[in-house]
């Protein structure tokens, strides 16, 4: 058994491209993902599963049906299943991601130019 | 719906004991927790949830049969199902763990008296 830590800001130091989830790790049918985003996503919801977003860096927007979140380095939050959010972000953000292995980053718009499947592992 | 973001920074200043994680988010069956840890835990196994320690703030140090990792802030380690593990702390650390709800503290060694249940959700 080979168990590895793993250094986020080694890992993000890696790719450079925005809205392109990686996974740095794997637990009990989960995936943890970083991503580098900048600008406008889509909006979308994820039918079947919960999505967490934790800030590594940079201001994150999450806008919703009734609310826009603004999230910093440190903060976290959970968008239920179900939910239609939006992402953006006027500067770099580097972000971290928990979520089921099945989820796919553009939920219900899977046909976006934005889907992203194949994942790479860092 | 009232979706509200975490801020970990603010969490972790509403208590102070150590080895007692909090619940901070839920997810997909899986719980995103926090806590404060400084000294030794014992060594233990959870025989049926991999476990996930990220670091917020100080140095953790987690004993396995073969090896022993030194976890630094923006660092996390993915600790598979059925392998013993014995984190210790010099210092105080803070931590954030991402497990199945089921998951208890001290997995095997759940007569231990660091053993926590009916985690406070915070």
Same mark, same amino acid.
């Given at each position: 058994?080979?168990?590895?830590?793993?250094?986020?800001?080694?890992?993000?130091?890696?790719?450079?491209?925005?809205?392109?989830?990686? %996974?740095?790790? !794997? @637990?009990?049918?989960?995936? $943890?993902? %970083?991503?580098? =985003?900048?600008?406008?996503?889509?909006?979308?919801?994820?039918?079947?599963?919960?999505? @967490?977003?934790? %800030?590594?860096? *940079?201001?994150?927007?999450? !806008?919703?049906?009734?609310?826009?979140?603004?999230?910093? +380095? *440190?903060?976290? =939050?959970?968008?239920?299943?179900? &939910? +239609?959010?939006?992402?953006?972000?006027?500067?770099? =953000?580097?972000?971290?991601?928990?979520?089921?292995? &099945?989820?796919?980053? &553009?939920?219900?718009?899977?046909?976006?130019? @934005?889907? $992203?499947?194949?994942?790479?592992? %860092?």
């Amino acid at each position: 058994m080979n168990i590895k830590k793993v250094n986020l800001a080694q890992k993000l130091a890696t790719f450079s491209e925005h809205w392109s989830p990686k %996974i740095v790790g !794997e @637990l009990n049918n989960q995936h $943890v993902k %970083i991503a580098k =985003v900048k600008g406008d996503f889509i909006m979308h919801q994820h039918d079947h599963e919960d999505e @967490l977003f934790y %800030i590594i860096s *940079g201001t994150l927007f999450i !806008e919703m049906n009734d609310q826009t979140l603004e999230l910093h +380095p *440190g903060e976290l =939050v959970v968008i239920p299943k179900g &939910t +239609p959010h939006r992402p953006y972000a006027p500067e770099e =953000v580097h972000i971290m991601l928990f979520e089921p292995a &099945t989820t796919i980053n &553009t939920g219900n718009q899977a046909d976006s130019d @934005l889907t $992203v499947t194949d994942l790479e592992k %860092i």
